[in-house]
């Protein structure tokens, strides 16, 4: 037999679980009664999970995103193309936008001072805004292409190699301006088939620039990590068994993903189709 | 008195048993002598209680019973966690065959119908095992209810997840005399304050971990939390609230007596790990003298603990490489018996207080 107390707060723990799916709910519903930008994204720019990050027992979807910074530094190097994910620091993030996004005059100093790359310094939660395809995309394509007309060390094919995958497996998606007002930031970028924006991470840095020890912004991550594939559009991806995809035996077939961002700059898939090979 | 809860019955199970113990001593040894009717009076009146206390809690009679009862608690925390897992991982292995409204609907029923067997089992559990159970899995099921509803929509993670999960666990923990939960849901109260004294602050709240000082809040709270609300009814409940707060304190610094950087203090790293070195000392002794004084066993042995953690990184950092292992450990081993002849002391100075206040 239930005490009264016990039913109490039975009522109260059910009114609990009610009011956050409620709340969650509602705000998805928020996030898509307005479209903020919609890119047509393919498999270079949402990946599927590798088979070694796979879970093998998960049955659900999650496509990557493929985020991408042209970083600052002017040196053409081997490890300056295609890498997708791991933050960057982009010659736009200097100490005037850093202070513009918030970070105060003390800790700019103090990340100066501690002369190491700055890791102690913490993150601030930024918008960021993507382009893709853009003008930041054929400006790594260029750079791409005078490193590999580059008399290096490493050999023609290899530099070949990187052009190509530059041009054609590489994501197009970049990281290129970043604020705190969506509104100025729209009328900087209107084009809502090409720029999105996503909440992210900005991190002051000490970059040896020709050694002089400078402080810069660093894009740590974004907000968007995965995108949920709902299960309308799973067998455009049914290549995919449980525990991921392998992309060591055959590359993954390609795909188109409309990605549509909200109101609260959530996205979801609103779209997908196996592309022409 | 009337013991409203299987803790305070148990205890007066055991203070029957010791009692009739020493009676028994005391009796061979002369002191005291009782008529048969005064001893069988007494006798049937302790028999009474203890089976009234057995039908109404499922109490422990004996020392046997006490030691099979300590096996079924180990077994109900392993069974629940293990039980937990098992919903988390089943979620997972079919959540993707469904469309997003039978995802959200398995979600919400599962949180309500998982809720709603916690208290009907609670009903007619004099045990309290199968609750913890059943509770536990309750509260794991809205755990993933609101981080799945979380990937399915792709919503930005946010730190306001952890408040109800932690009111949740509370609700749960106090209506069903759960330790386990209120344990869940003070680690959850916990992330979300030092989280938003991190954005508060102007970081990222994920990154909250990367300045250990977000967590005092957290920790003062802990530990004033028991001063505030009763927790008679409640035996347990006040010493994990004082134990959690007493880690979420020293914890974070003992982190930032070694790593000076971490801290918001902006000085040099020499000076600040000083400082949290010293207050580590201090604070950590404070609370043994706190806990002697107010007679509560866990501050004495968490604060002696953590003392003992203090001391050791300080001898490491100062010996470790410069000495030969030996000498270290013999050492280590010399300030051991130093604690123990200072903690001598204190209990014979306690006794003495405790016979002159009688």
Same mark, same amino acid.
């Given at each position: 037999?239930?005490?009264?107390?016990?039913?109490?707060?039975?009522?109260?723990a059910l009114a609990l679980i009610a009011i956050s799916n409620a709340v969650v709910l509602v705000g998805v519903a928020?996030?898509?009664?307005?479209?903020?930008?919609?890119?047509?994204?393919?498999?270079?720019?949402?990946?599927?999970?590798?088979?070694?990050?796979?879970?093998?027992?998960?049955?659900?979807?999650?496509?990557?995103?493929?985020?991408?910074?042209?970083?600052?530094?002017?040196?053409?190097?081997?490890?300056?193309?295609?890498?997708?994910?791991?933050?960057?620091?982009?010659?736009?993030?200097?100490?005037?936008?850093?202070?513009?996004?918030?970070?105060?005059?003390?800790?700019?100093?103090?990340?100066?001072?501690?002369?190491?790359?700055?890791?102690?310094?913490?993150?601030?939660?930024?918008?960021?805004?993507?382009?893709?395809?853009?003008?930041?995309?054929?400006?790594?394509?260029?750079?791409?292409?005078?490193?590999?007309?580059?008399?290096?060390?490493?050999?023609?094919?290899?530099?070949?190699?990187?052009?190509?995958?530059?041009?054609?497996? $590489?994501?197009?998606?970049?990281?290129?301006?970043?604020?705190?007002?969506?509104?100025?930031?729209?009328?900087?970028?209107?084009?809502? $088939?090409?720029?999105?924006?996503?909440?992210?991470?900005?991190?002051?840095?000490?970059?040896?620039?020709?050694?002089?020890?400078?402080?810069?912004?660093?894009?740590?991550?974004?907000?968007?990590?995965?995108?949920?594939?709902?299960?309308?559009?799973?067998?455009?991806?049914?290549?995919?068994?449980?525990?991921?995809? $392998?992309?060591?035996?055959?590359? $993954?077939?390609?795909?188109?993903?409309?990605?549509?961002?909200?109101?609260?700059?959530?996205?979801?898939?609103?779209?997908?189709?196996?592309?022409?090979? | 008195?009337?013991?409203?809860?299987?803790?305070?019955?148990?205890?007066?199970?055991?203070?029957?048993?010791?009692?009739?113990?020493?009676?028994?001593?005391?009796?061979?040894?002369?002191?005291?002598?009782?008529?048969?009717?005064?001893?069988?009076?007494?006798?049937?009146?302790?028999?009474?209680?203890?089976?009234?206390?057995?039908?109404?809690?499922?109490?422990?009679?004996?020392?046997?019973?006490?030691?099979?009862?300590?096996?079924?608690?180990?077994?109900?925390?392993?069974?629940?966690?293990?039980?937990?897992?098992?919903?988390?991982?089943?979620?997972?292995?079919?959540?993707?065959?469904?469309?997003?409204?039978?995802?959200?609907?398995?979600?919400?029923?599962?949180?309500?119908?998982?809720?709603?067997?916690?208290?009907?089992?609670?009903?007619?559990?004099?045990?309290?095992?199968?609750?913890?159970?059943?509770?536990?899995?309750?509260?794991?099921?809205?755990?993933?209810?609101?981080?799945?509803?979380?990937?399915?929509?792709?919503?930005?993670?946010?730190?306001?997840?952890?408040?109800?999960?932690?009111?949740?666990?509370?609700?749960?923990?106090?209506?069903?005399?759960?330790?386990?939960?209120?344990?869940?849901?003070?680690?959850?109260?916990?992330?979300?304050?030092?989280?938003?004294?991190?954005?508060?602050?102007?970081?990222?709240?994920?990154?909250?971990?990367?300045?250990?000082?977000?967590?005092?809040?957290?920790?003062?709270?802990?530990?004033?939390?028991?001063?505030?609300?009763?927790?008679?009814?409640?035996?347990?409940?006040?010493?994990?609230?004082?134990?959690?707060?007493?880690?979420?304190?020293?914890?974070?610094?003992?982190?930032?007596?070694?790593?000076?950087?971490?801290?918001?203090?902006?000085?040099?790293?020499?000076?600040?790990?000083?400082?949290?070195?010293?207050?580590?000392?201090?604070?950590?002794?404070?609370?043994?003298?706190?806990?002697?004084?107010?007679?509560?066993?866990?501050?004495?042995?968490?604060?002696?603990?953590?003392?003992?953690?203090?001391?050791?990184?300080?001898?490491?950092?100062?010996?470790?490489?410069?000495?030969?292992?030996?000498?270290?450990?013999?050492?280590?081993?010399?300030?051991?018996?130093?604690?123990?002849?200072?903690?001598?002391?204190?209990?014979?100075?306690?006794?003495?207080?405790?016979?002159?206040?009688?």
């Amino acid at each position: 037999m239930m005490t009264r107390a016990s039913r109490n707060t039975l009522i109260a723990a059910l009114a609990l679980i009610a009011i956050s799916n409620a709340v969650v709910l509602v705000g998805v519903a928020y996030n898509r009664t307005e479209s903020t930008s919609t890119l047509r994204l393919t498999q270079r720019e949402l990946t599927v999970p590798s088979q070694w990050r796979g879970f093998r027992e998960d049955s659900g979807l999650a496509l990557g995103l493929q985020w991408r910074v042209l970083e600052a530094d002017k040196d053409l190097h081997y490890f300056g193309f295609g890498y997708a994910r791991s933050g960057g620091t982009p010659e736009w993030l200097d100490k005037t936008k850093l202070e513009a996004l918030g970070f105060t005059a003390t800790q700019l100093e103090k990340a100066r001072r501690s002369g190491e790359s700055g890791w102690e310094q913490p993150s601030r939660e930024v918008l960021l805004v993507l382009e893709f395809d853009g003008p930041v995309y054929q400006a790594s394509v260029e750079r791409a292409k005078r490193y590999s007309e580059l008399p290096s060390a490493r050999d023609a094919k290899e530099r070949k190699n990187i052009l190509e995958r530059e041009q054609r497996k $590489s994501s197009r998606l970049f990281v290129v301006d970043a604020g705190l007002d969506a509104e100025a930031l729209r009328t900087k970028y209107p084009d809502r $088939s090409r720029y999105a924006f996503v909440r992210g991470q900005v991190q002051p840095r000490v970059q040896d620039i020709r050694s002089s020890a400078k402080v810069r912004g660093f894009v740590t991550d974004v907000g968007v990590q995965e995108i949920s594939v709902p299960l309308e559009f799973r067998e455009v991806f049914d290549f995919v068994q449980y525990g991921g995809y $392998s992309s060591s035996r055959t590359e $993954s077939p390609p795909y188109e993903v409309t990605v549509t961002f909200g109101k609260r700059l959530e996205p979801w898939i609103s779209a997908a189709s196996r592309a022409k090979q | 008195m009337n013991p409203t809860s299987r803790a305070e019955a148990q205890q007066r199970a055991d203070e029957i048993r010791t009692f009739q113990k020493e009676l028994s001593l005391l009796e061979r040894e002369g002191v005291l002598k009782l008529s048969d009717a005064q001893r069988q009076a007494i006798a049937d009146h302790h028999a009474s209680l203890v089976a009234q206390y057995a039908q109404a809690f499922d109490i422990d009679r004996n020392v046997q019973a006490k030691q099979l009862s300590l096996g079924m608690r180990i077994a109900s925390f392993t069974g629940a966690l293990a039980l937990a897992a098992s919903v988390f991982f089943l979620f997972y292995q079919f959540w993707g065959e469904f469309s997003v409204a039978a995802q959200v609907a398995i979600l919400t029923i599962a949180s309500l119908g998982s809720l709603i067997a916690t208290f009907l089992i609670q009903s007619r559990d004099e045990t309290g095992y199968f609750t913890k159970l059943a509770g536990m899995v309750a509260f794991v099921c809205f755990v993933l209810n609101i981080a799945m509803l979380g990937q399915i929509f792709n919503i930005t993670p946010s730190d306001k997840a952890f408040l109800p999960w932690a009111a949740f666990a509370m609700l749960l923990a106090y209506s069903c005399d759960l330790r386990l939960l209120l344990a869940a849901g003070i680690l959850c109260l916990v992330a979300f304050i030092a989280a938003r004294t991190g954005t508060w602050v102007g970081m990222y709240w994920l990154h909250f971990g990367e300045r250990p000082e977000n967590f005092f809040p957290a920790a003062l709270a802990l530990l004033l939390l028991p001063q505030f609300i009763n927790h008679l009814r409640f035996p347990g409940f006040a010493p994990i609230y004082r134990v959690f707060g007493l880690l979420t304190l020293f914890l974070p610094m003992l982190v930032l007596a070694n790593w000076g950087r971490l801290s918001y203090l902006d000085l040099d790293h020499q000076i600040v790990k000083g400082f949290y070195q010293v207050l580590g000392f201090a604070g950590t002794a404070a609370a043994v003298w706190l806990g002697v004084r107010r007679q509560w066993p866990d501050v004495v042995n968490s604060g002696v603990v953590l003392f003992v953690i203090f001391l050791y990184t300080k001898f490491y950092d100062w010996w470790w490489e410069i000495m030969p292992k030996y000498l270290f450990f013999f050492v280590l081993g010399l300030s051991a018996i130093l604690l123990l002849v200072v903690f001598r002391r204190l209990r014979a100075l306690g006794a003495k207080q405790s016979r002159g206040e009688a």
